[in-house]
């Protein structure tokens, strides 16, 4: 019973999310977008010009948004590439290029430095989370193993200067992964957007230019 009522709740508040309404008005596939988006207008991270790896990108809300921002090249198109990386499939974005698979694993990883042909990365985002079980330590482990995969991706492929910005959760691994982007960037900012829910221990970390890059 107890479960039926939670579910009719976040039903109910979903419904009534005005990043939701926002987000369907606007066209964007998630409400996810409007972190990204504060995001980026304090921080100015994406620009004309720019190479963007979404990991974990579907349902595609944050590629959406940084398509948006490279739009405008002469005769439709973009001005820079975005590259869109999962496990689950994505619908397709107009000048998006997905691919579908473990970023993890050689086949996808050789799949994107043929379409980087030696280039490197202005912004990787990540707004991966894995499946939390309720278990605080096990929930933990998994958050910061996903964040420590994509650290160690942006500094095989980021540019020295180049950003890396993933989400994260105040628990008992927040304190190593803080630790973690400080070893790696030389400025580490962390972020609360008014999209994230109040009562959700979601944060994101901001990490810029690599110490030691590759």
Known sequence: MAKNKFNQNWVHDHINDPYVK???KEGYRARAVYKLKEID???KLIRPGHIIVDLGATPGSWSQYARNKLAGKEGG???GEI????L???EP???VQFMQGDFREDEVLNL???KLIGRKVDLVLSDMAPNLTGNS???AARVEYIIELAVTFAKAHLKPGGALLVKCFHGPSYNNIVTLFKNEFKTVVNKKPKASKDKSSEIFLLGRGLKNPD
């Open 83 to 86: 590259f869109a990386l999962d």
């Open 41 to 43: 207008e304090s921080e």
């Open 112 to 114: 994107l430095e043929s």
């Open 22 to 24: 926002l987000a369907q």
């Open 88 to 90: 689950l499939p994505m």
């Open 77 to 79: 198109g973009i001005v």
């Open 93 to 95: 974005i107009a000048d």
């Open 137 to 139: 330590t096990v929930d």
